[in-house]
């Protein structure tokens, strides 16, 4: 994997190459590359829905959802932000192999008046349609911000790293031969949304881990045990808070009541008692509370 995305890098080096030195104007190479982006870009789904995409300029940083035509005018003046080889904010599979452009003498410049940014179909190779479990990949890193960020002469740094591992989970195939879009991530998940839909005990997981592993061909990735499955999914863990309830529910400890020892409604003890003055407090009981907004990002 280290391999393709020296490959990537090094095909793309036009990215940051804006600017011809010796003219100070923007160089023929970025153009052309720039035309290339706009041109993959713009088939995605989203894109063709709404004539929209997520901005990769310096200033809008993937995070602005801006008109195509505008898009193009801002990567045009402003270039590239840092370390956005792999365009997976824009529908690109990052696990890739082959990453390449056809330079061709009549591509006339997308930002210019009457450019198309939609090419023949002989001019650029189509996206490769993305798997859901690797759009899950995309969706959760590009959220916390943790997409692969590199330098060309560097490896890949630690949230690099978990980001291409978690993506190698969800595009490698379970077993020699499955069918398409079996991976261990996609089977990882499945048995954990079994676990939640029927309440189903850990015991009973390590079994039905073992068991799958036993019936599959010789050689296969499924997950060896509960902790397997789990460990696998650690990355998707959405934030949470634990915050103590009162033993009859009567409040919650939270804001202005955070550090009160007792229920200020029926007087009951917040913590259990201690054996020890070592041992850490206790509370009776505890609720955990998602956060709104990050769940309605992953949504």
Known sequence: MSSSYDNVVRSRQWMYRRKNPATKEVSQEFSTGLDHFMRFASMQPICQESGKMYCPCIKCKNIKFIPQDRCCQHLYCRGFVENYYIWFMHGEDVNITDISYRSSTNMSHPCDEGASTHGGDDDVRGPTPLNPYVEMVTDAFSEAGDGPGVEADQEPNRDARRFYDMLESAKQPIYDGCKEG?????????????????????????SFCQTLRDYLPKGNCAPQSYYETKDMLKEFAMPYKKIDVCKNSCMLYWGVDENLPQCKFCGENRFRPRKSTVRKFVSYKKMFYMPIAPRLKRM
């Open 182 to 206: 079996q991976s261990p991530l996609s089977l990882a998940s499945r048995l954990m949304s079994m676990k939640t839909d029927y309440n189903v005990a850990e015991s009973c997981m390590d």
